[in-house]
């Protein structure tokens, strides 16, 4: 009952002030046991019969009282290290017991008189009980701490976030030992920096749950503190769950529906998460069921907590839901813990400020995500994420206002993830201008530049093909129109390169509406890029402020970088021409199966003008374009079916580059 108490005491949103003060005692202030009992079962654990002979100082009274233990400050005889030891109550075993029963007799009750309930409330308690009762093991503790560490440790967030490192010789499975770490918490600071740690915090937890997957499920005030230096540590590690990488890929999918308000995919997303039964599965395409989950989804997202959706509104809109399709959701047993966490960590959040938003503090984790990761459990969202309704569809182009978002979220978390930023601390440190601006290229060629595709890469390959071929139509238009109209409507060169008129209804040379929306979001997207790098505000990274000895230095590490990559270049470079390849083809083939357009009579120098004549040669040109999509189609599989070959190839060793 404690931890549920501890669980409601930082959620402002759903309780009165009153209520909310009087459960915080609850998180590090629960009324302690005898320290004499404590002193005994240290001894009895380290097995000694004096414990001056581990300790040369332990505080007189806890420093922090909990439900299941309760912490003494204390320094190591033998290396003089300050250290914090924790010490299990006793008989809390009996206490859990207890609790756990009354709760499962409860969960019972429920199920008995609301009979059409999905949810299986007691598989639910088992979930909470099996969790106490594994927190009770301070051994599997220590574990859960150093695993923590030893995965942090390859992701970005390794220098801004920490477990206290496990002192492993004087911990048993009732007594955890570990080095003392200075800090104040979280949700007191008052330092400037506070909001950042809320970010870093729900970055690690996203993390947690979805990449190491391994999850800290006790994530309330007292365990959350903020260091001087200003990183994030995090404790008590005795409470936690794990997910399944099918359930992570699933939950990565749903969370990035929620982060670009991608509304219709969330039914969908709740069937494989288990919200919604197997047996429903029928209703979730309904447009009643997407419009009361989009209204209560962004409601949530606007910031606020519960306190900002209607609750009586949303009542009304499941029980009109429940009258025509039956009681459709259910909670499933596995969500209790991740429920727990977020909830506690959207606490924290809304008393650092009021419009606190869990799921737009979502996007940057999600944004990260799917641009660095380099398997294709993200694909789906990534596609989802970026075309939105249009990823299924061949002529599909990346939607601006999506890109957008993505950009500015992995921008958030760069910055969120850096404490104060690597390129400043690097400035700091006297490293050079041209190795910041190395590792900045680095970073942009680990993700384009790969031996095996990625999702990403295989996107920003399709794109720039596009943007190629309608770059490349566009540009032969407007050299066609400068040269001049003849008195047949023709241009000049247009007449010169094409006599017989062949290829003036191609798609290959007609520039579309398509290729005119895509010119246009390049344009954006080029605008987008260079404000997020005026937004970064670091002036070490302005290429226009080099000097030409550094410009000779950065070209000279650029090549030889390059020329380590030679492999995944020359595949890259295949897959780009590949995907080139295909776009022609299918142009070409639509082109096709819509026909020769046939033209009316235009005045001779209008736009028209270019294609008065078209009637009298569709069915040769016809042909000839059927010729051309059988060439390109094979073509295509020539290269596809020669790749593998080509690359071993480029294994060879060939002569140094040229040094500039």
Not at 188 to 194: A, E, F, K, T
Not at 200 to 209: D, Q
Not at 325 to 350: D, M, R, T
Not at 459 to 469: D, F, G, S
């Amino acid at each position: 009952f404690i931890k549920i108490g501890q669980s409601l005491s930082i959620r402002t949103d759903l309780l009165r002030p009153a209520y909310v003060r009087g459960l915080q005692s609850l998180q590090d202030q629960v009324p302690p046991f005898d320290t004499e009992y404590a002193k005994e079962i240290l001894k009895k654990e380290l097995k000694v019969s004096d414990l001056d002979k581990v300790f040369s100082y332990i505080s007189e009274e806890p420093v922090a009282a909990a439900s299941l233990g309760q912490v003494y400050k204390a320094v190591l005889k033998e290396s003089g290290k300050t250290v914090a030891i924790k010490v299990q109550r006793p008989n809390i075993m009996n206490l859990i017991a207890l609790d756990m029963y009354l709760i499962k007799e409860a969960a019972y009750f429920i199920k008995r008189i609301n009979r059409e309930l999905n949810s299986d409330l007691p598989g639910t308690v088992d979930a909470w009980g099996i969790g106490f009762v594994d927190e009770l093991n301070y051994v599997d503790e220590a574990l859960n701490a150093e695993q923590f560490t030893e995965s942090i440790q390859t992701t970005p967030l390794r220098n801004v976030v920490f477990a206290p490192p496990v002192i492993q010789e004087y911990s048993t499975d009732k007594v955890l030992v570990t080095e003392w770490v200075e800090g104040e918490r979280l949700d007191r600071s008052s330092q400037s920096d506070v909001t950042t740690l809320c970010s870093i915090a729900m970055n690690t937890y996203l993390t947690m749950m979805l990449e190491t997957g391994v999850l800290h499920c006790d994530p309330h005030p007292g365990n959350l503190l903020r260091t001087p230096d200003g990183k994030l540590c995090v404790l008590d590690w005795g409470m936690v769950t794990r997910l399944d990488s099918s359930l992570q890929v699933t939950l990565v999918e749903h969370m990035a529906h929620l982060t670009s308000a991608d509304y219709e995919e969330i039914p969908r997303d709740l069937l494989l998460l288990g919200f919604i039964p197997e047996s429903k599965a029928d209703l979730i395409e309904d447009s009643g069921v997407v419009e009361v989950l989009a209204d209560i989804y962004s409601a949530w997202t606007r910031g606020g907590g519960a306190a900002s959706v209607n609750v009586n509104q949303v009542i009304a809109q499941l029980q009109d839901l429940t009258a025509q399709k039956g009681n459709l959701f259910q909670i499933p047993p596995y969500f209790a813990y991740i429920a727990k966490s977020f909830s506690v960590l959207e606490g924290i959040g809304l008393m650092n400020s009021p419009s606190y938003s869990i799921i737009n503090e979502c996007l940057p984790y999600v944004s990260k995500r799917l641009l660095t990761d380099p398997t294709d459990k993200s694909s789906g969202a990534l596609s989802t994420f970026i075309f939105g309704p249009n990823k299924y569809d061949e002529n599909r182009f990346v939607d601006y206002d999506r890109v957008e978002q993505l950009v500015t979220g992995f921008s958030d978390y760069t910055t969120s993830t850096k404490a104060g930023g690597d390129a400043m601390l690097l400035a700091e440190q006297g490293v050079s201008r041209t190795k910041l601006l190395e590792d900045a290229a680095d970073q942009i060629l680990d993700i384009l530049i790969v031996e095996e595709e990625t999702p990403l890469q295989s996107i920003v390959l399709e794109q720039l093909a596009k943007i190629v071929a309608a770059t490349t139509r566009s540009a032969f238009e407007d050299v066609r129109k400068r040269t001049g109209i003849l008195d047949s409507g023709r241009t000049f060169l247009g007449s010169l390169l094409d006599p017989l008129g062949f290829f003036r209804t191609s798609p290959i040379v007609q520039k579309s509406k398509a290729d005119e929306g895509t010119l246009e979001t390049t344009r954006k997207l080029i605008e987008l890029f260079q404000s997020q790098i005026i937004a970064e505000g670091n002036e070490d990274l302005n290429l226009s402020t080099l000097s030409n000895a550094e410009l000779g230095e950065l070209a000279s590490v650029l090549v030889n970088n390059l020329w380590a990559r030679r492999v995944a270049l020359y595949n890259t470079n295949s897959r780009f021409l590949s995907k080139l390849l295909q776009i022609t083809a299918n142009r070409l083939e639509k082109g096709e199966r819509e026909g020769t357009p046939q033209y009316g009579s235009a005045p001779l120098g209008s736009e028209e003008g270019e294609q008065q004549q078209a009637t009298s040669s569709s069915s040769l040109e016809s042909s000839r374009s059927s010729a051309r999509v059988l060439r390109a189609k094979s073509l295509l599989a020539e290269i596809e079916k020669d790749d593998q070959t080509s690359k071993s190839s480029t294994q060879q060793e060939v002569p140094q580059p040229v040094k500039y």
